[in-house]
């Protein structure tokens, strides 16, 4: 069982930045893939980046690639998501994911393993 909680949400202007993060807890955490979703209000939820355990793999959707990255420090049991360039189309409540899947299955699953609350990103134009 894996637990998950995000924070760093918030409200910042178009083309500013916000770093996510995720504090994990329980059992084999440095075992699963790791990544973030994103669902706006009235939107289908969406992948926005994963990590593998290991740290040497990284997915990234196509809407946020170049501006986001993700990490990973299994030492701290934590994910991050750094996100630059925002736009106001990156408004949405974010998601903190943890799966067994390999990181290109993570990007097209529909459901995880785990999730956390969410925390909320609003970009103002």
């Known amino acids: 069982q894996v637990q998950l909680v995000e924070s760093g949400g918030g409200l910042v202007q178009a083309g500013g930045s916000l770093k996510l993060s995720c504090a994990a807890s329980?059992?084999?955490?440095?075992?699963?893939?790791m990544g973030w979703f994103r669902q706006a209000p009235g939107k289908e939820r969406e992948f926005v980046a994963a990590i593998s355990w290991s740290e040497s793999s990284t997915y990234y959707a196509d809407y946020v690639k170049g501006r986001f990255t993700i990490s990973r420090d299994n030492a701290k049991n934590a994910v991050y998501l750094q996100m630059n360039s925002l736009k106001p189309e990156d408004t949405a409540v974010y998601y903190c994911?943890?799966?067994?899947?390999?990181?290109?299955?993570?990007?097209?699953?529909?459901?995880?393993?785990?999730w956390g609350q969410g925390t909320q990103v609003t970009v103002s134009s």
């Open positions: 329980g059992r084999n955490f440095g075992s699963y893939a």
């Open positions: 994911l943890a799966d067994w899947a390999d990181i290109a299955t993570v990007a097209v699953k529909s459901e995880y393993d785990y």
